[in-house]
Nanobody, 125 residues
């Protein structure tokens, strides 16, 4: 059974850091683009960051650029999202997902076809 296992969320104060992990169980993550997304209740799921399967530069939003870093450890079949300088507006449920889309489409949520469960990140002010 293939599965993406997401962990690392929690409750932190403004300015703190968290590292989220996305582990592929039965799915080799290096073969895919891996994206990170977040969702607040009542709102659409939004793209946060992605790492490309072809080794190209990671993709970020204006909000995540400079604060968040996405990386891979192929030996552990894991993709990480390092989040620094967290703000209350980063509070959401975070998800990882895999996709096989072309490199230019890694920011498109609809192009990801396999999703992990979410992990809650809460940043208090």
């Amino acid at each position: 059974q293939e599965e993406l296992v997401v962990s690392g969320g929690g409750l932190v104060q403004t300015g703190a850091s968290l590292r989220l992990s996305c582990v592929g169980s039965g799915r080799t993550l290096s073969r895919y683009n891996v994206g990170w997304f977040r969702q607040v209740s009542g709102k659409e799921r939004e793209f946060v960051a992605a790492i490309r399967r072809n080794g190209g530069p990671a993709a970020y939003t204006d909000s995540s650029q400079g604060r968040f870093t996405v990386s891979r450890d192929n030996a552990k079949n894991t993709v990480y999202l390092q989040m620094n300088s967290l703000k209350p507006e980063d509070t959401a449920t975070y998800y990882c997902a895999t996709g096989s889309q072309i490199s230019s489409a890694v920011t498109l949520t609809r192009m990801y076809t396999y999703w992990g469960q979410g992990t809650q990140v809460t940043v208090s002010s």
